[in-house]
Each structure stands twice: as structure tokens, then as C-alpha cells.
């Protein structure tokens, strides 16, 4: 292995600049990394052209989409950082990346990640949690900038509970109760989450499992057992569609803005996306905030330290998180503004999400965390196809996990 890598290693600084000290300092194109823009009419997109349009020519941004599963996103963007390590002023650098809360540590622990200043962000206007999860877990150091914050939403066909005089639900029990009895009666299946393998699923189970008072740091609780047991159940039992396995965060979309579903576990971004010509269920919806705690989301913008052009880079950071530019995401994108100033103003935040997000509990980062969630995915999948392994799986899960923890 060694062998092969130093060829490559040579390889890759012959074709690019060495590593320079004014980097810091360099300004000049920049390419700018997020997800799908899967915002209504392309929101993500519209601001770096507004971005663009007030910039010089020579700090122009290149926005590059990344695929639509989240796993596949970190992937790739790990594997820039790898190839890209130890050289500055390669063309292939994605100088700012969006980056998954949960992915900030483990980034900056492989080195892929520049350490930025606090004081020029003005991250102490921002929500003190999501600035958390920014910091390494000393707090010490800030290696990236919450740009927009995340809760999850319990959206359901308003004019189908109307209809049958009862109101959304507030526990696990009422949900299961109205999937089971009222869905059929209106031709629809019961709940769609986020369950396909990938980080999504690690949101919908803990979400489950805090609805029953557990904790996935305590895998061998009873608490935490009956959680992931009640969602085994549900697809065990028909209320939860076989299919929702396989979805993402568009799938249970695209099956609830079709008419395919009377619950729906989702993000802030779903709203808008739901009142799109197109959509089946358009003034059909309503939402509530999650009836048990949501996993606190949110993406982060970090500077890539392959980057040679990082004041253009943190400039273009402080632009994206300028409070007008976040107030104008909130209003057209429906995301979840990061500044705590904001959610003071009337009817920016619907009081749902602020409800959701006051609520919300914050999955732990770990240097190691590639190797926890790819540990907790694979068993969660395996028991939502077997409910009768609960008990042994999450106990081999608990040592599996205590194990990667260490870096064994």
C-alpha cells in the first residue's frame, strides 16, 4: 500500500501548486460545493448568480451540485480532500464546501479543512448549538459557519383529517393509530420518512427512539429497543409502505406530493416544494412540528485547505450568511435561519419549525463518525426487514460501536 501511495502522492504534486503560504490571502475564482438544489425554482443556485453579478470578474464562483444522497455527497467530497491533500491551486478544488453538521469534525480531523476566525463570521449572532457543531469537540476551534439550520416536520394531508374531524397527531401512538385506521379509508398508506441506508435513516430512527424516551447512546435500553421496534412494526404491519426502505428526503417527497401518503417525516425545504405547479396536494397540507424531538440538522460552510483563493472563499461564506441573504432563503427557500436575531421577526419562522427546532437534540460528532453511521445504518436496515432481531441486533450494534469509538 505504501508503494502505491507515494507514486501517487508525487503524482499529484507535479500537477498541481505546492502549498503556499499567502494562500489565506489569495483572492480569485472559487468553486462552491452543495447538494441538489432541490429548493423551489433553485434558490442555492439564484444566490451565487446574485453573488456573481455584484463580484469582480476575477472572483467568480463556479457552483457544483452534488448527487442527491447525502452518503454519496460525502463520499465524493472525501475523496477530493484525499486526492487533493498537501497541494494548494489544483483546479479541482472545491474551495467551499457545504457540509453536513455531522460531517464537520470528521473533515477537519483528516485535515481536509481550513480553521477559521470566529470574530470575522460574527458567529456569536448565530444559534449557539449549531455553532457548536461547528467547533471541534474542545471548542477551540471553528472550522466552519452554520449557514442554515435544520429540524424535522410532520407534514400530513390537512383536508383528509379535516374531513374526519380529528387533529394531527401529538405522540407515536396517535400516528400509528390515524396511519392505520384513517389512510385506507382514503385510499393512502400510512407514514413516509427518510429510511433508505444512508445518513437519513440514522435521523428517522433516532427520531423514533427519542419518541419513546430512548437514546442511541444507550443502544441496550429498553427505551431504545422499543423505539427502533416500533418502526420495524410499522412496516411490519403495512402503515409504514415496504418501499419507504428505499426512500430519501425526495422520494417520501415525490410520494407524498403525488398523493401516495397520509404522513410525511420531512425537512423545512419540503414546504415549498409541495405548493409547486405540479404538486397533487397543492392546498391540501398541513404541517406541525414532529410530535417527539427532531434530530437538529443544518449544513455548515467550510473552507477547503486545497483552496489558494480562501479570502474570496470566506468572503463568499459571509456573503451566503449575511442575515438579508439567510431572511431571503427563509422566506422563498423555507429554510431555517442560523442568526437567532431573525426568529424574532413576525412570520419568518413559522412557529412549527421554531417549535421543532427548539425541541431538537444534536447527534454527537466523532472523528470517527464515517465509521459509527455506516455501522448504524447497516444494522437499522437489516431490522427493519427483521423486527424479531431487535434485541440481539442492537447489542452487537452497542459493541460494534463502542469498538469504531476508539478507532479499533
Known sequence: MIRILVPLVVLLAACTTQVRDDAADGTGPITFVDGLDTTAHGRVRELVDRWNEQASRREQVVFVEMPTST???RAQLTARGQDLWGVRGSPDCYDVMAVDMVWTVPFAAAGH?????PVEFGVDRMLPEAVNAARSPDGRTLWAVPWRSDAGLLYYRKDVLEEEGVAPPTTWGELRRQAIEIAPRHGLQGFVGQFRRYEGLIVNAAEA???HDGDLERLDASETKAGVRALADGFAQGWIPREARDYDENGSLTAFR?????FMRNWPYAGPVLDTPGSAVMGKWGRVALPWPSALGGWNLAVSRCSANQRTAREFIKFLTRDDN??????LAGWAPTTQALYDEPGLVPRELRDSLLNARIRRPSPHYDELTGLMQESLHHVLENPDSVDQ???QLAADLARAAEGR
Request: without cysteine.
Open 71 to 73: 452518503d454519496a455527497h
Open 113 to 117: 479543512l481550513e480553521p477559521l476566525d
Open 209 to 211: 427512539v427519542w419518541a
Open 258 to 262: 403525488s398523493e401516495r401518503a397520509l
Open 326 to 331: 439567510q431572511r431571503r432563503m427563509g422566506e
Open 393 to 395: 441486533s442492537l447489542d
